[in-house]
Nanobody, 125 residues
Framework: QVRVMESGGGLVQAGGSLRLSCAASGNIFSINVMGWYRQAPGKERELVAIIKRNTGTSNTKYAESVKGRFTVSRDSAKNTLYLQMDSLKPEDTAVYYC????????????????WGQGTQVTVSS
């Protein structure tokens, strides 16, 4: 099994910063993609940022709405993902979910999509 746990959400004023963390654990063979998605009330879940196995800047992708304000990074040795969120806006308010495209090997290698339970980020104006 693969377990995904987010942390770091909370309440912050507009213009402030938060740092989200995501720890993946379990019988993981490899992680191809790690990323952050978010879902605001009444809206569909949307991509925030993803980072592929290689950690060069060419292997990251951001939503247009967060470019220049959010920075995604990963510690591959620890299977941990981060999202540094600066200059936060009220429209960033949402539940943020961690996502993994990973291969787990409990009963032989099997690739799958894995999600955390989400962490609430609220930005007040």
């Amino acid at each position: 099994q693969v377990r995904v746990m987010e942390s770091g959400g909370g309440l912050v004023q507009a213009g402030g910063s938060l740092r989200l963390s995501c720890a993946a654990s379990g019988n993981i063979f490899s992680i191809n993609v790690m990323g952050w998605y978010r879902q605001a009330p009444g809206k569909e879940r949307e991509l925030v940022a993803i980072i592929k196995r290689n950690t060069g800047t060419s292997n990251t992708k951001y939503a247009e709405s967060v470019k220049g304000r959010f920075t995604v990074s990963r510690d591959s040795a620890k299977n941990t993902l981060y999202l540094q969120m600066d200059s936060l806006k009220p429209e960033d308010t949402a539940v943020y979910y961690c996502y993994l495209d990973a291969v787990e090997q409990t009963f032989g290698p099997r690739r799958g999509d894995y999600w955390g339970q989400g962490t609430q980020v609220t930005v007040s104006s």
